[in-house]
């Protein structure tokens, strides 16, 4: 094992100082197996970025929380996100694995991701306290010059939110997965949000299928833009034929639960 610095600050202006020198340590169960590749660890568990808060109508999750203390939060969390933390990993890892580390490093099967990505969630990253949109944020995340650390993630409650995998077992990472919500809006018009994932490296949004539902509920074109979207995303775990069908199926049948 080749020796690395570690460095445990007490503030997020320190941290920012040594991000100079490596990365940032959270629950470090995606960090540790590859720690020969990095000079140095910041250990973020000094931060105080374990705290969940309800702000009006946000919820601010800190980067730190772990996807176990999401699990049991009933009080604050909506129930799909809930069980979305939990599918994402086995009660040992949800124990140590944080939120922000899950954001970071997810790959297009995570249903936490697929799940917040619905939800319109909002990211902080410093320096800078930049306010980020989850899409941003993993787009700009997988470019080799990120550098930053997630303080928060920010989430507003959708007037309806579901999830829904096809998985080879129950407890196992999707093949496919949808969720979808309605966000709430200005009171004009219904602002929709699908995500598609199960493949590649982050789950996507079926933008076309969006407009489809929020101009005029139309469930087949939604489903079909979701069919397309997946129509070459075949590898080793699924065929590309069936997961664009599988796709078209758990859109349409969530369109139909949202529309009503
Ligand atoms: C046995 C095992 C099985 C696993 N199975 C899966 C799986 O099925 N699917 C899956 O997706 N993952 C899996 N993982 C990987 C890992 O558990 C998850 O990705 C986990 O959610 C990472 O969270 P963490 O807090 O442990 O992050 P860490 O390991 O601490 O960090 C992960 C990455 O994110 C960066 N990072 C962490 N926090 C921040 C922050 N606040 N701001 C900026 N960057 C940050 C780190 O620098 C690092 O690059 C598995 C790991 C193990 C050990």
Redesign the pocket.
């Known amino acids: 094992m080749c020796p690395f610095e570690y460095h445990r600050p007490k503030t997020v202006a320190k941290a920012l100082e040594l991000l100079d020198r490596g990365?940032?340590?959270?629950?470090?169960?995606?960090?540790?197996?590859r720690r020969d590749q990095v000079p140095a660890v910041i250990d973020?568990q000094d931060l105080g970025?374990d705290t969940m808060e309800s702000r009006d109508d946000v919820i601010a999750i800190g980067?730190?929380v772990k996807?176990q203390t999401m699990v049991e939060n009933e009080e604050q969390l909506p129930s799909t996100l809930r069980e979305a933390c939990r599918s994402?990993?086995s009660l040992n890892?949800r124990n140590?694995?944080?939120l922000?580390?899950?954001v970071?490093?997810?790959?297009g099967?995570?249903p936490v991701v697929t799940v917040l990505l619905a939800m319109d969630a909002i990211a902080i990253l410093e320096p800078g306290s930049e306010t980020l949109s989850l899409e941003e944020l993993l787009d700009r995340r997988d470019r080799d010059d990120f550098h930053?650390?997630?303080?928060e993630i920010r989430l507003k409650l959708p007037g309806f939110l579901r999830y829904e995998q096809v998985s080879r077992a129950p407890a196992d990472?999707p093949l496919v997965c949808v969720a979808m919500a309605r966000l709430p809006g200005d009171g004009t018009k219904k602002g929709y949000r699908v995500v598609l994932g199960g493949f590649g490296s982050s789950p996507i949004r079926i933008k076309k299928a969006e407009t489809y539902l929020s101009e005029g509920e139309d469930i087949n074109t939604a489903a079909e833009a979701a069919r397309r979207a997946y129509a070459t995303a075949g590898d080793v775990w699924a065929s590309d034929e069936y997961r664009a069908h599988s796709a078209s199926v758990l859109v349409r049948r969530l369109a139909m639960e949202i529309t009503g």
């Open positions: 990365v940032p340590l959270a629950g470090g169960t995606e960090l540790t197996p973020l970025l980067a730190a996807l994402e990993a890892l140590m694995a944080t922000g580390g899950t970071m490093s997810a790959d099967r995570s930053g650390l997630i303080t990472r």
